[in-house]
């Protein structure tokens, strides 16, 4: 298979280019500009640099692909920039989307997010769940999603939309700069200072995905492709609060460098945890099982050694 991935610069592109690429797959990695780092990790890749803003360049050239996975959307960071945001995410999508149409490319996989569902989750979260986007964060996703809804029901190309929850995993590459991630920020906090400080009560609950997990559901979804446009949730079996990773985050850190580690709690809210549940039913259609060992625990272990190989 020959995919095409945006974004590939970028903590989840560049683990998704070499993902596929350990499989064999064929991978055309696209980004406005790659790090030398990147450049060595995707070496068996073909690398393109092109901005997917500049609709004249994305037309005058031609690639051959059976599928565009699109990770170059508005991260949180960007997002807080509205016209970037909205920028990035609607007209580099669509941009993106014409580039595929003309390319005879029929598939298109679109990154959202998991906050088109908001910030603070209650219940059980499905596919189905209302969206209830509460910043330009989540708003400029769906934007994104809006336009891969509409191209697929008009029948110019197959579209899905992904929705991962908060993504960790291994750094593979110098380009990460996404040191606001939750438990990165912890790791880094930790091996710098010594301590970790929590601004809030820390009791929000979050849902984390591992990469190697979210890689492998996007190969499940790539090769059962939908006829018409679906949404899927890329979220692990289980929450964790704050409080419960930065606990995890000292306990690798005190085993690694046999020393203590202070978590300092410095906020009151939120007074009580938002419990929620994520259905994975969808993706386990489709053959999708997560593997458990790809934990916090081990990924927070390797966080710690790419951060002792920078120093």
Same mark, same amino acid.
């Given at each position: 298979?020959?995919?095409?991935?945006? @974004? !590939?610069?970028?903590?989840?592109?560049?683990?998704? %280019?070499?993902?596929?690429?350990?499989? /064999?797959?064929?991978?055309?990695?696209?980004?406005?500009?790659?790090?030398?780092?990147?450049?060595?990790?995707? &070496? =068996?890749?073909?690398?393109? +640099?092109?901005?997917?803003?500049?609709?004249?360049?994305?037309?005058?050239?031609?690639?051959?692909?059976?599928?565009?996975?699109?990770?170059?959307? %508005?991260?949180?960071?960007?997002?807080?920039?509205?016209?970037?945001?909205?920028?990035?995410?609607?007209?580099?999508?669509?941009?993106?989307?014409?580039? !595929?149409?003309?390319?005879?490319?029929?598939?298109?996989?679109?990154?959202? *997010?998991?906050?088109?569902?908001?910030?603070?989750?209650?219940?059980?979260?499905? =596919?189905? *769940?209302?969206?209830?986007?509460?910043?330009?964060? @989540?708003?400029?996703?769906?934007? !994104? =999603?809006?336009? !891969?809804?509409?191209?697929?029901?008009? /029948?110019?190309?197959?579209?899905?939309?992904?929705?991962?929850?908060?993504?960790? /995993?291994?750094?593979?590459?110098?380009?990460?700069?996404?040191?606001?991630?939750?438990? @990165?920020?912890?790791? &880094? =906090?930790?091996?710098?200072?010594?301590?970790?400080?929590?601004?809030?009560? /820390?009791?929000?609950?979050?849902?984390?995905?591992?990469?190697?997990?979210?890689?492998? %559901?996007?190969?499940?979804?790539?090769?059962?492709?939908?006829? +018409?446009?679906?949404?899927?949730?890329?979220? #692990?079996?289980?929450?964790?609060?704050?409080?419960?990773? %930065?606990?995890?985050? &000292?306990?690798?850190?005190?085993? +690694?460098?046999?020393?203590?580690?202070?978590?300092?709690?410095? @906020? *009151?809210?939120?007074?009580?945890?938002?419990?929620?549940?994520?259905?994975?039913?969808?993706?386990?259609?489709?053959?999708?099982?997560?593997?458990? *060992?790809?934990?916090?625990? #081990?990924?927070?272990?390797?966080?710690?050694?790419?951060?002792?190989?920078?120093?």
């Amino acid at each position: 298979m020959k995919i095409f991935i945006t @974004g !590939a610069n970028g903590f989840i592109g560049s683990y998704l %280019a070499y993902f596929f690429l350990k499989k /064999g797959e064929h991978v055309i990695a696209s980004s406005r500009h790659f790090h030398e780092s990147s450049r060595n990790l995707l &070496k =068996e890749a073909r690398l393109v +640099e092109l901005d997917i803003l500049n609709s004249a360049q994305l037309q005058n050239i031609e690639y051959d692909a059976d599928i565009i996975i699109h990770t170059a959307t %508005a991260n949180d960071i960007i997002s807080k920039n509205s016209l970037r945001g909205i920028e990035l995410s609607a007209i580099g999508t669509k941009n993106i989307l014409d580039f !595929a149409v003309k390319n005879h490319i029929g598939k298109c996989l679109v990154f959202s *997010t998991f906050q088109v569902y908001g910030t603070e989750l209650t219940g059980a979260i499905s =596919e189905s *769940t209302a969206l209830k986007y509460q910043n330009d964060y @989540g708003l400029n996703h769906l934007f !994104a =999603e809006m336009y !891969a809804e509409m191209y697929s029901r008009l /029948g110019k190309i197959k579209c899905v939309s992904v929705r991962p929850a908060n993504v960790y /995993g291994p750094i593979i590459t110098k380009a990460f700069n996404r040191w606001s991630l939750v438990p @990165g920020c912890f790791c &880094k =906090e930790a091996f710098e200072l010594g301590a970790i400080t929590i601004k809030s009560s /820390g009791k929000q609950m979050r849902n984390f995905v591992n990469l190697e997990n979210l890689s492998r %559901a996007i190969d499940y979804i790539i090769h059962n492709f939908p006829d +018409e446009y679906e949404n899927y949730n890329l979220a #692990s079996s289980k929450g964790n609060t704050m409080l419960e990773v %930065a606990e995890i985050v &000292k306990q690798v850190y005190e085993n +690694e460098f046999q020393k203590p580690l202070q978590v300092n709690i410095e @906020g *009151t809210e939120p007074m009580s945890t938002n419990f929620f549940t994520v259905s994975m039913e969808k993706l386990k259609r489709i053959g999708f099982v997560e593997d458990n *060992t790809f934990s916090l625990q #081990s990924e927070i272990k390797q966080i710690f050694e790419y951060l002792k190989s920078q120093k």
